[in-house]
Nanobody, 115 residues
């Protein structure tokens, strides 16, 4: 079983930066992919970025060139560096892991970008 805990959210002005962290624990060796999703008020949860166990990264078009996903295997942590933030980036950000037995979600962290 895998557990995920996000941190790093907060309030930032447009154009600013934040770094989110997702610390994994439990059976982390089974994780194939880790990713970030976000959910704005009244909207569906949407995929933001992902990184495979081999280090391959992918991004939604809306964040490409502004967000960077990375991982520190020694710390069992995945990061989402968010630069040039826009008000439309405001959402609760969720970490997700995918392993053979299923999918795990973190509790979410709020990111608010003021104009």
């Amino acid at each position: 079983q895998v557990q995920l805990v996000e941190s790093g959210g907060g309030l930032v002005q447009a154009g600013g930066s934040l770094r989110l962290s997702c610390a994994a624990s439990g059976n982390i060796a089974s994780i194939n992919v880790m990713g970030w999703y976000r959910q704005a008020p009244g909207k569906q949860r949407k995929w933001v970025a992902a990184i495979t166990s081999g280090g391959t990264t992918s991004y939604a078009d809306s964040v490409k060139g502004r967000f960077t996903i990375s991982r520190d295997n020694a710390k069992s942590t995945v990061y989402l560096q968010m630069n040039s933030l826009k008000p439309e980036d405001t959402a609760v950000y969720y970490c997700q892991s995918i392993q053979p037995v299923g999918t795990t979600w973190g509790q979410g962290t709020q990111v608010t970008v003021s104009s």
